[in-house]
């Protein structure tokens, strides 16, 4: 009672010797604005790490009441694919995300979150179409753990997590660059191996930062980031589909490295500085044997049987582009084919896709290609080639020596001969994509000049 009375006194003398104060306090309060809350996790900036190798040691701790579990330093000891995201949300509450690889972004807007209410935890999915792949796991405001899984192939999942508020993919601070790695670099991976394949390394360096990519004969590594702390050099990036790692260490004019893809693979490389192209050229790899025409009936994404003696197809130059839903290379060539076919509308030219893909059965083989015509808006017509491996693309032409890699084109001319063939691709992220252009321009051209 007492209290009670004393609370009152002092709220009365309050009020009134300092009704000032208290009308200024209020006015502060009123300008205070409560950010906007989400029910997903918080909007900006994130680190995420694909784990591929853990051998950190786990302290357990026994309290009275429960266990804690804790490690010194949580990634000394582990092996991280790192890649950096941003989470946005649109007006409608619905989120996105993009993945961030130097100067590309990548985005997912099929995003499922909500709540287990078996184990009390916040969920979310994170479909990355229109690759048959998911990132899924759990969240708090700040963190998310869980799992890449890439669905088209047999029980392929590699640890994921990610924190919110770290603007960095490697070290955060890292030491001085000791070298500058901008330039072209001539590279073998898996040197003296049977599996051993050339490549030209094309970086460019802004202090720690890099950027670049690999170029080889079946395609090219797309976009990556990262940066050169003192002698080593580290590059990743992340498209949905491939989870990539460089790691190397710079001797001289030289690097020694490996190369990390998932969890699966991983190669030693070499490169030296050199302005020397090693590389064959599209053109040069596979060889025409024939002339006879090339036929096949196969079904679309609806299913329907398709050939090139339908009227769709007759009296046309006709493009066919080896390709995968589960390739990113292939991806970009789609979009470069739309690009060609939007800014030079010819009805003389046909663009017809095989798609070689993982599922063996037909009918998920189908479905998968729909979803990704779908997904990507292709405009021409995707037929389903079989399963994903050169063998199965190669038996389909006789007429030249093998598909050697995907994508790769051919081109045919109105009566289906075989006139050129065109083995990977140099995309948007290699110095060469111009030249790409140029020279696909110029076989289109030679075909016409040929029709008349």
């Known amino acids: 009672m007492i209290s009670l009375l ?15 104060i208290l009308f200024i306090l209020l006015i502060q309060l009123g300008c205070i604005s409560v950010p906007r809350q989400h029910n997903g996790p918080a909007p900006g900036r994130w680190r995420g790490t694909f784990i591929l190798e853990d051998s ?22 582990k092996k991280v694919i790192p890649c950096t995201f941003e989470i946005l949300y649109r007006e409608d509450g619905s989120m996105i995300i993009d993945f961030i690889n130097g100067d590309e972004r990548i985005r997912f807007d099929q995003i499922q979150h909500g709540y287990d209410q078996r184990s009390g935890n916040d969920t979310i999915e994170i479909r990355l179409d229109p690759y048959d792949a998911i990132i899924k796991g759990i969240w708090e405001h700040s963190k998310i753990a869980g799992d890449f899984i890439v669905l088209d192939k047999n029980q392929y999942s590699i640890p994921f997590t ?29 040197k003296d191996s049977s599996d051993s394949f050339r ?26 980031e990262g940066q050169v702390s003192g002698h080593s050099m580290k590059l990743s990036s992340f498209d949905g589909a491939h989870a990539y790692l460089f790691d190397a260490q710079v001797m001289g004019d030289s690097l020694y490295g490996k190369f990390y893809s998932g ?5 030693t490389f070499e490169a030296k500085r050199s302005v020397q192209n090693n590389l064959r050229a599209g053109m040069e790899i596979v060889s025409i044997l024939s002339d006879k025409p090339v036929t096949f009936s196969l079904p679309n994404s609806e299913g329907q049987m398709v050939n090139l003696e339908e009227a769709a197809y007759q009296n046309k130059i006709k493009i066919l582009q080896i390709m995968g839903s589960w390739c990113p290379n292939c991806r970009d060539e789609v979009e470069f084919l739309k690009s060609f076919q939007k800014q030079n509308p010819d009805p003389k030219i046909a663009l017809i896709g095989l798609a070689f893909e993982r599922h063996k059965d037909k009918n998920k083989a189908i479905d998968r290609i729909k979803a990704y015509k779908t997904k990507l808006d292709i405009p ?5 080639g079989g399963y994903a491996h050169k063998d199965s693309a190669s038996a389909l032409f006789p007429q030249i020596d093998g598909i050697k890699s995907y994508p790769t084109l051919i081109f045919l001319d109105s009566r289906n001969r075989i006139k050129k063939v065109h083995s990977g691709f140099d995309g948007p992220a290699t110095s060469e994509f111009g030249n790409f252009q140029k020279e696909f321009q110029q076989i289109i051209s030679e075909l016409k000049e040929q029709e008349k």
């Not at 950190?56 to 000891?77: A, F, H």
């Not at 460019?204 to 080889?216: I, S, Y």
């Open 6 to 20: 004393t609370h009152w006194w002092e709220t009365k003398r309050l009020w009134q010797v300092s009704p000032l």
């Open 56 to 77: 950190r040691e786990i302290i357990v701790t026994k309290g009275k009441d429960k266990i804690v579990t804790r490690d010194s330093d949580p990634e000394s000891l």
């Open 162 to 190: 990610a924190q919110y508020g770290q603007d960095y993919r490697f070290k955060k601070i890292p030491d001085t660059a000791r070298v500058d790695l901008s330039g072209s670099w001539e590279v073998v991976f898996d």
């Open 199 to 224: 490549a030209i390394g094309e970086f460019k360096q802004n202090n720690n930062h890099l950027t670049g990519t690999f170029r080889t004969e079946t395609g090219d590594f797309r976009y990556l």
């Open 263 to 267: 969890n699966k693979y991983k190669a």
């Open 380 to 384: 021409y017509e995707v037929l389903w």
